[in-house]
């Protein structure tokens, strides 16, 4: 009797310091999360979402076109729990200024893994405000790196920032398609946002109606008719002439080896204008 009466309480206390540790677990992941999210907006992203590998397993990955070949967070990050996407609010043109080693002649040119020094404004703004993020959670432990090797888009759509526009761009319903998007992959489980599902476009098609080469249909583009493409690819010559004449006369070039990558589709979009 008595030993089945310490046993019983034996099992009691197992069981309740479980809850306390499991309660504390949750406690720690709500606090890192909302710590997270508070460094992300103080450092000026307009948006944070966050998501899981699980979560992501069906996007499309593999090549788009012969630009890059977006990878699982596994195949990034084999430890990854959590995937943070961070949106930053480009306001102004300048942030798609783009400057190219004056050896870049164009994604098929050029091997993946070939090192060729080149910054996307944009990104490099991006990469320095989300470092604090991967600072903190390495300073905790855990493995965190920046990315942008995943369906970035379609990631940050099931991370809640917004929907993916008939100009195929992310687009939030405060700022629009003017945006960067930064990814981070970390091993320590966080809260989840949840999945964006409006479509913020309904009928309209602003952006279509404004893209000067016609590469937009809903939805889908025409990767060799984007002035934005183009502008990338120097040398290719599958570019169509009518493009390369319009890229001439629209794309800004401050120097032979910049440019402002066109972004007339999102300046057209009337979200989050102000």
Same mark, same amino acid.
């Given at each position: +009797?008595?030993?089945?009466?310490?046993?019983?309480?034996?099992? $009691?206390?197992? !069981? $309740?310091?479980? !809850?306390?540790?499991?309660?504390?677990?949750?406690?720690? $992941?709500?606090?890192?999360?909302?710590? *997270?999210?508070?460094?992300?907006?103080?450092?000026?992203?307009?948006?944070?979402?966050?998501?899981?590998?699980? !979560?992501?397993?069906?996007? #499309?990955?593999?090549?788009?076109?012969?630009?890059?070949?977006?990878?699982?967070?596994?195949?990034?990050?084999?430890?990854?729990?959590?995937? *943070?996407? %961070?949106?930053?609010?480009?306001?102004?043109?300048?942030?798609? %200024?783009?400057?190219?080693?004056?050896?870049?002649?164009?994604?098929?040119?050029?091997?993946?893994?070939?090192?060729?020094?080149?910054? @996307?404004?944009?990104?490099?703004?991006?990469?320095?405000?989300?470092?604090?993020?991967?600072?903190?959670?390495?300073?905790?432990?855990?493995?965190?790196?920046?990315?942008?090797?995943?369906?970035?888009?379609?990631?940050?759509?099931?991370?809640?920032?917004?929907?993916?526009?008939?100009?195929?761009?992310?687009?939030?319903?405060?700022?629009?398609?003017?945006?960067?998007? +930064?990814?981070?992959?970390?091993?320590?489980?966080?809260?989840?946002?949840?999945? @964006?599902?409006?479509?913020?476009? @309904?009928?309209?098609?602003?952006? *279509?109606?404004?893209? #000067?080469?016609?590469?937009?249909?809903?939805?889908?583009?025409?990767?060799?008719?984007?002035?934005?493409?183009?502008?990338?690819?120097?040398?290719?010559?599958? !570019? #169509?002439?009518?493009?390369?004449?319009?890229?001439?006369?629209?794309?800004?070039? #401050?120097?032979?080896?910049?440019?402002?990558?066109?972004?007339?589709? +999102?300046?057209?979009?009337?979200?989050?204008?102000?």
């Amino acid at each position: +009797m008595l030993f089945s009466f310490a046993f019983l309480r034996f099992k $009691t206390l197992n !069981i $309740t310091h479980k !809850i306390v540790l499991a309660v504390a677990k949750k406690l720690t $992941t709500k606090n890192l999360t909302q710590e *997270i999210k508070e460094i992300a907006l103080r450092k000026g992203f307009k948006a944070i979402g966050i998501t899981t590998p699980k !979560i992501l397993r069906d996007l #499309p990955y593999g090549w788009v076109a012969d630009v890059t070949e977006l990878k699982r967070p596994e195949e990034v990050l084999p430890q990854v729990k959590s995937v *943070i996407i %961070l949106a930053l609010h480009a306001w102004d043109r300048a942030f798609f %200024l783009q400057i190219a080693s004056p050896e870049w002649k164009g994604y098929s040119f050029h091997k993946q893994d070939e090192e060729i020094e080149g910054y @996307y404004i944009s990104y490099e703004i991006s990469k320095n405000k989300a470092w604090p993020i991967v600072t903190l959670l390495r300073e905790k432990g855990y493995r965190a790196i920046l990315t942008t090797a995943i369906p970035m888009k379609t990631a940050a759509v099931k991370a809640g920032l917004g929907c993916q526009g008939k100009c195929t761009l992310l687009v939030n319903s405060e700022i629009g398609p003017r945006l960067s998007l +930064m990814g981070i992959l970390t091993s320590v489980e966080l809260e989840t946002s949840e999945p @964006y599902t409006k479509d913020l476009c @309904y009928d309209c098609e602003i952006c *279509i109606k404004a893209c #000067p080469t016609k590469a937009l249909t809903p939805y889908q583009i025409e990767i060799n008719r984007c002035l934005a493409y183009a502008s990338e690819n120097p040398a290719l010559t599958s !570019i #169509p002439e009518d493009v390369r004449t319009i890229e001439e006369k629209i794309v800004v070039r #401050p120097t032979s080896n910049s440019c402002v990558e066109c972004s007339i589709c +999102m300046q057209a979009c009337p979200i989050g204008q102000t």
